[in-house]
């Protein structure tokens, strides 16, 4: 396998994500980062993001109704998404190990992954 070589926007749309707990589509990557790198264009963001997703360095989540979003942790967690705004944030969890015990239990396949997702109405849209 060719080796990776080292790209700074590549590692700015990293660490950016790394500081969100938001789930940035893209377009919110793009904007962030060109503050730093002005000459970036959004198509090497997306090259960059489906990069970083395939590498597993960040978690790409789909099907959230809409445009992908964009997870900078990568450890096991859940994801809520309210359905009035749209904002999509970590849901901590006590023990995924126990579902996919469960899962596992009557199925004869192999489940290589699992992703569980949460929707309903967010603390700030409840407030509002």
């Known amino acids: 396998m060719a080796t990776l070589k080292y790209s700074r926007q590549r590692e700015s749309i990293k660490e950016f994500?790394?500081?969100?707990?938001?789930?940035?589509?893209?377009d919110v990557v793009y904007e962030?980062?060109?503050?730093?790198?002005?000459n970036i264009s959004l198509g090497t963001v997306y090259r960059n993001l489906s990069l970083l997703s395939e590498l597993g360095e960040i978690q790409k989540l789909s099907n959230f109704g809409g445009a992908?979003?964009?997870d900078g942790c990568v450890t096991p967690h859940c994801h809520f998404m309210c359905k009035?705004?749209?904002e999509v944030l970590d849901l901590e969890t006590e023990d995924l190990n126990e579902v996919a015990e469960k899962a596992v239990k009557n199925f004869?396949?192999?489940i290589t992954e699992c992703d569980i997702?949460?929707?309903g109405i967010?603390?700030?849209c409840m407030n509002n």
């Open 108 to 110: 004869s396949g192999k």
């Open 117 to 119: 997702r949460f929707f």
């Open 84 to 86: 009035k705004c749209g």
């Open 68 to 70: 992908d979003h964009f």
């Open 32 to 38: 962030n980062v060109r503050k730093i790198y002005p």
């Open 17 to 26: 994500l790394m500081t969100r707990k938001d789930h940035p589509t893209a």
């Open 122 to 124: 967010c603390p700030k």
